[in-house]
């Protein structure tokens, strides 16, 4: 199974032509993913990888079945590509681009809401459905098949537990990044609930950072969870960050610390990792494998 | 960017919200001529970006243009919380016959803005009980309707029908305006008064999305970073001092954070948050290695798990300052995997550098060399 995505997706690539997409078009399709269109406004025509680019993604759509989009275009043209793919039909919008302006992101979130889609990011890594599709840049020979399902909201840490993960053999069913910004498409609560249904997944790996209250929220739905869930919050050693006003503070009322998502989570029965690599360990004993 | 209370105010009033008569100006002359334009009491307050001003002395409450003057010359040549204090505003002094608070911030968690209120505003609305404090989310599909103005005010328990339950409708909406036509991710009035038959926005809090400063052309600059940091997002990297002795850089802010931790937790401590992720190339990673050098620490680790970050980039950025430098002052540990990872670590062994493959290697051998 897997979730959101696998190897029957159809995948297209918002600006293609530019350095990073056509670099990491290169590296989705070496890992399996399968790309049938490109993107660009006024290149429509050429071949990037041998993946013909159309200029809208309406025409897209006239050619191609295309059930995902990944978006690699500027901070300033983000929220017109992520919009456009919406409005066409597209069901998983996945935008790598980071810096896009926070009032875009809101706009581009209640859009995706109104069509029934899902967005990962801005600032994502990606998602990765282990030996299946790949739609983003992780780096690919630490992604390979099995049974652990991971979200994250950090890339780099996530490659970093995956890669861990991996290992010692420990593979996964789909890998989530749901993006670093402060409004993105998807909550942790929304990945668990996927996960629990998902029959490949059998153990879950929550990566979350300080600040904000997702982890607190996640917490709740962790309780009703049959699957376990381990956990590593990062920024144990941060000191305290600046804020907003008064505004910020006033939003959070205490959440967001280290302390606060660890009691949190460990009174929802996850399991919370110390460390980054303490977590393929805690992985095999939720799962029972010596 | 966090914008001056003064520059906060000429938004205000660009937008038709009310604020005291007033001016910025930067020495004692311009201070009395304001005074006397104003024509009675007046305040002069200290234009820095931080709290706590009226508790250091930067605000004062002159009577006449020749008081404003020597206020102004006070002022002016105070240091506040490390900040010199280079304009102040001189401004009416209110009648102030109640304080309220209001402010439309960013609701990551919700995924919307948010408007958060109070009828009992001022130093002091930290620590108000939660039911004086009214949040409601605003619709990005609907924005501020007067509908959802009107019901904050009346949750607030000031009567629609009173001249400044009207006004603070209003208020309300303009707000949200600034937010959305300037992409401020933070507008607060702390307080907004009650002067007599008026309602006036007392002091304001704006920053701007940082993202969105490529479509602000028209807002002037303020730079509100210190040197280091300022050296750093001039590069596009996100950093942050701190006390320890042990120099990081990292790519990805999560990856950052860890790395930190893991410094922590075997008993090291970290001179600095250095995220230097999202493809960042070879030019600027070299100048961010001589940022962090520049710190004077006793030891380098560098974290790198590349996506878009490439090994290769990294590797000969280290080779490139290794070389301008004549090698490293002080120890220094390379983690590298991930994309061109192999052509990344030929580069490193070329100048006598063998990478490490995981993070808590590399961490307990940095802590190891420094002792």
Redesign the interface.
Known sequence: MAIIIDENTNVLVMGITGR?ASF?TK?MLAYGTKIVAGCTPGKGGVEVEGIPVYNTVREACEKHRIDASVIFVP??ATKDAALENLEAGVKVVVI?T??????D???I??YAK?KGAYVLGPNT?GIVSGGKCKMG???NQ?FIKGEVGVV?????????IV??LTANGLGQSTVVGMG??????L?FIDVLKLFEKDDQTKAVVM?G??G???EE?AAEYIKEMTKPVIA?I??????PGKR????????E?GKGTYQGKVEALTAAGAKVA????DVPQLVKEALGIK | MKMFEYMGKELFAKFGLPVPKGRMVTNPEDAEKVAAEIGGPCVVKSQVLSGKRGKAGGIKFPNTPEEAKKAAEEVLSMTIQGLPVECVLVEEKLQIDKEL?L???????A????M?ASAYGGMD??DQP?EY?I?RHI???LGLQPFVARDVVRKMGIPLNSPQGKEIVKIMQLLYKI??EK?A??V?I?PLVYSGDRVIAADS?V?I?D??M??MKDLPFVDDKSPAERAAADLGLSF?E?EGDIAVM??????T??T??????FGGT?RN?LDC???TGREATAKALEILLGLKPKGLFINI?????RCDDVANAFKDVYEARGGYPVPVVIRL???N?EAGREILKSIGIEAFD???DGARRIIELIK
């Not at chain 2, 995924?111 to 948010?114: H, T, Y």
């Open positions: 990073q990491h590296q901070a300033p790598v980071e810096g896009v302006p926070v009032y992101e809101i706009e979130v209640a109104s890594f840049i992780p780096p630490y994250a909201r950090s890339g780099t840490l996530t490659y970093e890669g861990n670093g910004d402060r409004a993105v498409g909550t990566i950072e300080i904000g209250n997702n929220i590593f990062a920024g144990k050693s941060a000191p907003m006003g008064h505004a910020g503070a006033i939003i009322r110390p460390l980054t690599f | 608070y402010s439309i911030t960013v609701d990551g968690s995924k919307q803005a948010v958060i609305i930290e939660e404090i949040k619709d990005p599909n937010c959305i992409d991710e933070l607060e702390n809090k920053t999305d993202d969105a490529f479509r942050v701190l990292a790519n990805g802010a999560g990856i954070m860890g930190l931790d893991t410094l922590q937790a970290p948050f992720g999202g493809g798990f590349g996506g878009i970050t995997v991930g994309t990872q995981f993070m808590e």
